[in-house]
């Protein structure tokens, strides 16, 4: 019957789905599943790392629904950025680790789906279980946030082995890899600031602060406008002392959610900043990037985009403000 009934379709130039509200027959259930989801509940830093994994989604089916399933914040920043739709991870999600029994809207929207890409389950655990219980015939991919200790190679490179069971993803992920490096997201920028970020989410990755407030009186004599930005990580963990070494050599501004932080980085005509999630964010968007390392590995972490340098010392206080202003000339 159900190829009958896309046949009757196909003759009349009817999509399935106007010719269900014209008859007002039930949907077909294959035609419901037009879901694509992402499941990512990561920081901000390896979200934007799986970025091309949605931006793949959206050419590989064009028809499809691209909804990543994560914090309300980073949802709102990757429909500003990539132009998907997003779910908020506290809306019920969580169940699924438990008796599966999905608020309504979330339900709805996983049994409308026909392909899930999760960084948050694995195989025959009570995640997947309740998933398929819901949504029987979902194609599931198991992903990983961090490549295991003994991978050689970059995170971006971690993923697209990950997909190797699906190749037709994994090429055009690769194809969206080769984009992002060779010109972002194509976010077009004012280059009116040298915008610095001096925090992370790990205090081991910082830049001492005495560094950044030197490096930032160097550019300003050097004829750049300097702005510092802080978040809500660093308002919480820097010292008073800190913020008014900071504000001595540039303002300081403070966006309130990650979509002002994507407006600030439009104003950019250069970032500086350690291996956080803005780093991340501006590279990303086209931004030219110097990303200070440290501890972590810039082979494996070094974020994507077309204008990033890497400084990096197994030290990161060895990092000097004189390397910071050569690497920018």
Not at 215 to 231: N, P, Y
Request: aromatic share 10%.
């Amino acid at each position: 019957m159900r190829a009958i009934f896309h046949s009757f379709c196909s003759t009349f130039c009817l999509s399935p789905f106007y010719f269900c509200l014209f008859t007002s027959l039930p949907y077909p259930a294959d035609v419901l599943r037009r879901n694509v989801l992402i499941f990512h509940t990561g920081a901000l830093g390896d979200f934007i790392l799986a970025w091309p994994l949605a931006m793949a989604a959206g050419r590989l089916f064009p028809q499809s629904r691209i909804i990543c399933v994560t914090h309300a914040q980073k949802g709102v920043l990757a429909e500003k950025a990539l132009r998907v739709e997003w779910a908020d991870i506290e809306g019920g999600w969580h169940r699924l680790f438990s008796d599966g029994e999905l608020p309504p809207p979330a339900g709805k929207t996983l049994a409308g789906a026909h392909t899930i890409f999760t960084f948050l389950g694995q195989p025959n655990d009570d995640w997947s279980r309740n998933v398929r219980a819901i949504n029987p015939e979902v194609n599931l991919h198991y992903l990983r946030t961090q490549p295991p200790a003994n991978f050689a190679g970059h995170a971006s490179e971690y993923l697209l082995e990950s997909l190797s069971s699906t190749p037709a993803v994994q090429k055009a992920v690769e194809q969206i890899l080769r984009s992002v490096a060779d010109r972002g997201l194509g976010v077009r920028t004012s280059n009116e600031l040298t915008l610095i970020h001096p925090g992370s989410g790990s205090r081991e990755k910082c830049w001492p602060i005495p560094h950044f407030t030197e490096l930032a009186k160097r550019l300003t004599a050097s004829g750049h406008t300097v702005r510092f930005l802080i978040g809500e990580v660093e308002r919480e963990r820097f010292s008073a002392s800190d913020l008014r070494q900071l504000m001595s050599a540039a303002p300081v501004v403070e966006p309130q959610n990650l979509i002002e932080l994507y407006r600030e980085l439009t104003f950019a005509r250069a970032f500086i900043g350690n291996d956080s999630g803005p780093t991340h964010l501006a590279s990303i968007m086209g931004v030219p990037t110097i990303a200070l390392f440290g501890p972590t590995d810039p082979a494996v972490w070094k974020p994507l985009g077309p204008r990033v340098q890497v400084l990096r010392e197994s030290s990161i206080e060895q990092i000097t403000a004189d390397d910071v202003v050569a690497s920018m000339t």
